[in-house]
């Protein structure tokens, strides 16, 4: 593998503490060299990428998308879903066990990480916590883990039953993975498709009540405090209402390992974005209130959100082309995260570029224990994005890496361009000025 040296960049590490200009040599995937800019001792030969006037940082890990593959190919396959992340600034994610068959196998846990696949970016599988996802039967979590599976989720279908919850906490702290949980109390949104409230009604929706995530975040909660002595890790997928915000707040006071992840729609958009029954931005979770919105932007400013999460979900175009009732929950967003984040966390709500890059890297990858990752501190994999911060661009879905076309921000102004993503040495995108 050819050797690169990243010079005259702004490096930007906020596991390291660094915040400041930078020559980087990237050699054999990983991080050989820091110094000041001129000043690398090994990097005669290396291939030069000029970064002055760019931000360089660990490349994004996104911990929660959905890939399609095995099964559910027409959607989105690795190779795309992964193309779409390379363009995003992505160089890992974390892909949700939904996929036909369920990954519920240390079997398919390999096949998705196989190169035959495509990747373009790292992938780390995320196992089924329970035999085909049904809430029943738990699965094999260190065969799991083994094979490569980072943490154990039924995404999609929430553990509802009480032991068997309690059983995949203890039995993924045994292990030393994270139980990720769509918390939705299905009892309580049988037929809605959109949350429950003035737009519901408007429009003559079933609605979702936000009560439906918070109780069961709040069920959760208490199990992990019942097995507090296992340590067990309860970690909150794509969280949408106020009420589960407060409730992680609270048991994190409580001293509990309880963490949670925010997706941009969530912080940026409310039911009323439903419009006319727009299906494009029907998800579940679904959008919400805007007091609940405001609550995931204080939640997420005053640092009880870990994460920030895509759950990029693609479907074809001809499944969303249907009554809002049919049309199946998703949204993507590996390509626009980092432009939103920028734009609106960074630019318009103050917080510092650090912060929002550890919450797009060094927390997601803590979450999940990715080793090496995260940061680009010399000796960790080769994974950069490299951006310029102040470019101001508008998001085409047209031109999308992904199979998918089902966003709602396609015409919204972003902040921060990728010029290149780096991973484990390698250029997965590159789009110079
Ligand atoms: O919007 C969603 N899409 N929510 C889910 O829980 C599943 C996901 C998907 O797989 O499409
Ligand atoms: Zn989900």
């Known amino acids: 593998m050819t050797a690169?040296?990243?010079?005259?960049?702004?490096?930007?590490?906020?596991?390291?503490?660094?915040?400041?200009?930078?020559?980087?040599?990237?050699?054999?995937?990983?991080?050989?060299?820091?110094?000041?800019?001129?000043?690398?001792?090994?990097?005669?030969?290396?291939?030069?990428?000029?970064?002055?006037?760019?931000?360089?940082?660990?490349?994004?890990?996104?911990?929660?998308?959905?890939?399609?593959?095995?099964?559910?190919?027409?959607?989105e396959t690795i190779a795309t879903g992964t193309a779409a992340a390379a363009a995003g600034g992505f160089t890992a994610?974390?892909?949700?066990?939904?996929?036909?068959?369920?990954?519920?196998?240390?079997?398919?846990?390999?096949?998705?990480?196989?190169?035959?696949?495509?990747?373009?970016?790292?992938?780390?599988?995320?196992?089924?916590?329970?035999?085909?996802?049904?809430?029943?039967?738990?699965?094999?979590?260190?065969?799991?883990?083994?094979?490569?599976?980072?943490?154990?989720?039924?995404?999609?279908?929430?553990?509802?039953?009480d032991?068997?919850?309690?059983?995949?906490?203890?039995?993924?702290?045994?292990?030393?993975?994270?139980?990720?949980?769509?918390?939705?109390?299905?009892?309580?949104?049988?037929?809605?498709?959109?949350n429950l409230g003035p737009a519901s009604f408007r429009l003559g929706l079933r609605g979702m009540p936000p009560e439906a995530e918070s109780s069961l975040v709040e069920r959760d909660i208490r199990l992990v405090s019942e097995l507090r002595d296992a340590h067990p890790h309860l970690h909150v997928a794509h969280a949408s209402t106020a009420a589960a915000v407060a409730a992680v707040r609270q048991a994190r006071r409580n001293g509990l390992r309880v963490t949670c992840e925010v997706a941009p729609h969530h912080f940026l958009l409310t039911e009323e974005h439903v419009g006319l029954y727009n299906t494009h931005a029907k998800m579940n979770p679904p959008l919400r209130s805007a007091a609940d919105r405001d609550a995931m932007i204080e939640g997420i400013l005053d640092g009880v959100v870990d994460a920030i999460a895509t759950d990029h979900a693609p479907h074809a175009p001809h499944e969303k082309e249907v009554e809002f009732e049919h049309a199946p929950n998703g949204i993507t967003g590996l390509e626009t995260a980092l432009g939103l984040c920028l734009r609106w966390l960074h630019k318009e709500w103050r917080l510092p570029l650090g912060r929002v890059l550890?919450?797009?890297?060094?927390?997601?990858?803590?979450?999940?224990?990715?080793?090496?990752?995260g940061t680009?501190?010399?000796?960790?994999?080769?994974?950069?994005?490299?951006?310029?911060?102040?470019?101001?661009?508008?998001?085409?879905?047209?031109?999308?890496?992904?199979?998918?076309?089902?966003?709602?921000?396609?015409?919204?102004?972003?902040?921060?361009?990728?010029?290149?993503?780096?991973?484990?040495?390698?250029?997965?995108?590159?789009?110079?000025?």
């Open 93 to 161: 994610v974390a892909a949700m066990p939904n996929t036909t068959p369920v990954n519920d196998s240390p079997e398919i846990t390999r096949w998705m990480q196989s190169p035959e696949r495509g990747a373009q970016v790292r992938v780390f599988p995320i196992g089924a916590a329970t035999r085909g996802s049904k809430g029943e039967t738990l699965n094999d979590f260190a065969a799991l883990k083994a094979a490569g599976a980072v943490a154990v989720s039924d995404d999609g279908q929430p553990i509802l039953k």
């Open 358 to 373: 550890s919450l797009l890297s060094a927390q997601p990858a803590a979450l999940l224990n990715l080793k090496g990752r």
């Open 4 to 75: 690169l040296a990243i010079r005259n960049g702004h490096l930007i590490d906020p596991a390291a503490g660094v915040d400041t200009a930078k020559d980087i040599l990237l050699k054999d995937g990983r991080v050989a060299e820091i110094a000041g800019p001129g000043k690398l001792k090994h990097a005669e030969g290396a291939e030069v990428i000029d970064a002055a006037g760019l931000t360089v940082a660990p490349g994004l890990i996104d911990i929660h998308v959905h890939l399609r593959e095995p099964g559910q190919g027409y959607k």
């Open 163 to 194: 032991g068997v919850m309690r059983e995949s906490l203890a039995a993924a702290a045994r292990v030393g993975l994270a139980v990720i949980q769509h918390a939705e109390d299905t009892r309580m949104a049988q037929g809605a498709s959109m």
């Open 376 to 433: 680009l501190a010399v000796g960790s994999y080769a994974d950069v994005v490299i951006f310029d911060p102040k470019a101001e661009w508008v998001y085409r879905v047209a031109e999308t890496k992904s199979k998918a076309r089902n966003t709602l921000f396609d015409g919204w102004t972003m902040q921060g361009k990728v010029r290149w993503t780096i991973c484990e040495g390698r250029v997965a995108y590159t789009n110079p000025a």
